[in-house]
C-alpha cells in the first residue's frame, strides 16, 4: 500500500486562521477606539451642561438679590449677552447668559416673569468634538408697593 505525502494544506490552514484572526483583532481595535472616542463627548456633553446650568445659576443670583438690598422696582435684565467664565474642568467653555424679561400689574403688584438662557460651547461647529448645551429657567418676582421695601407680596 502506497501513501501520497500531502504537503502544504497545513500551511493553507495556518495562512487563513492568521488572516481571519489579523480581521478579527482590526474590528475589535476600532470598535474600542470609537467606543472610547464616544465615552470622551458623553463626558464633555455632560460637563457642557453643567457649564450652562453654571450661567443659569449665576443669572437666578443677579436676579434674586442675595444682598438684601432694598429695590424700589423689579430688577432689571442686563443688556444682551453676558460671558460667564466657570472655573476647573469647565474653563474650556465658552457660556453665552440671556435674560429676557416680561412684566405686569396685577392687584397693584408688580409682577416680572424673567427668562434666563445660557449656552455653554466647547470646540469648534461641524468637528467631531464640537460639544453644544443649553439650559433655560424661568424666575417670578413679585413687587408689592403696600410692602416696600420687600419683594413679598
Known amino acids: 500500500m502506497c501513501r501520497k505525502n500531502e504537503t502544504g494544506f497545513s500551511l493553507v490552514s495556518a495562512i487563513f486562521i492568521l488572516v481571519v484572526l489579523a480581521v478579527l483583532g482590526a474590528a475589535l481595535l476600532t470598535v474600542s477606539t470609537l467606543q472610547h472616542a464616544s465615552a470622551g463627548i458623553d463626558v464633555q456633553g455632560v460637563r457642557g451642561y453643567q457649564a450652562a446650568a453654571s450661567g443659569v445659576e449665576w443669572g437666578l443670583y443677579r436676579l434674586l438679590d442675595p444682598d438684601g438690598a432694598p ?76 410692602n416696600a421695601p420687600s419683594f413679598d407680596c
Open 71 to 146: 429695590a424700589a422696582a423689579l430688577p432689571a435684565c442686563w443688556a444682551g449677552t453676558a460671558s460667564v467664565t466657570p472655573g476647573g474642568s469647565l474653563a474650556a467653555f465658552a457660556v453665552a447668559t440671556t435674560c429676557t424679561r416680561t412684566t405686569t400689574t396685577e392687584l397693584g403688584r408688580d409682577i416680572g416673569v424673567y427668562t434666563i438662557v445660557s449656552t455653554a460651547t466647547f470646540g469648534t461647529a461641524q468637528q467631531p468634538n464640537h460639544v453644544s448645551r443649553t439650559v433655560s429657567a424661568t424666575l417670578s418676582r413679585c413687587k408689592d408697593p403696600a
